[in-house]
């Protein structure tokens, strides 16, 4: 079955930190741009980071520079999301998805995850 699984969402104050993980079932990420999305209650789904099939080259949204880093181990077909200094607003599901290399983390999506729950909340 090919499919991605994140984990390590959860509760945890304002300002706390958390670190998200991607892992791939059935199939190797090394060809693959990863992106990591987030999306609140009534709120659209929105691009927070993106990481080159490679790790050479990272993106990410302008609501959470210099607070999260995204990386890579292809060795352990694994994408992290570490999360610092983290607001209310981050509040969120988060999905991990899979873009053939190349395209940054823009248009066809090959894999979603199904999503892990961060809330930020004191």
């Known amino acids: 079955q090919l499919q991605l699984v994140e984990s390590g969402g959860g509760l945890v104050q304002p300002g706390g930190s958390l670190r998200l993980s991607c892992a791939a079932s059935?199939?190797?990420?090394?060809?693959?741009?990863i992106g990591w999305f987030r999306q609140a209650p009534g709120k659209e789904r929105e691009g927070v980071s993106c990481v080159s099939s490679s790790g050479g080259s990272t993106a990410y949204a302008d609501s959470v520079k210099g607070r999260f880093t995204i990386s890579r181990d292809n060795a352990k077909n694994t994408v992290y999301l570490q999360m610092n200094s983290l607001k209310p607003e981050d509040t969120a599901v988060y999905y991990c998805?899979?873009?053939?290399?190349?395209?940054?983390?823009?248009?066809?999506?090959?894999?979603w995850g199904q999503g892990t729950q961060v809330t930020v909340s004191s």
């Open positions: 059935g199939f190797t990420l090394d060809y693959y741009d």
């Open positions: 998805a899979a873009f053939t290399y190349g395209r940054s983390c823009r248009g066809e999506v090959d894999y």
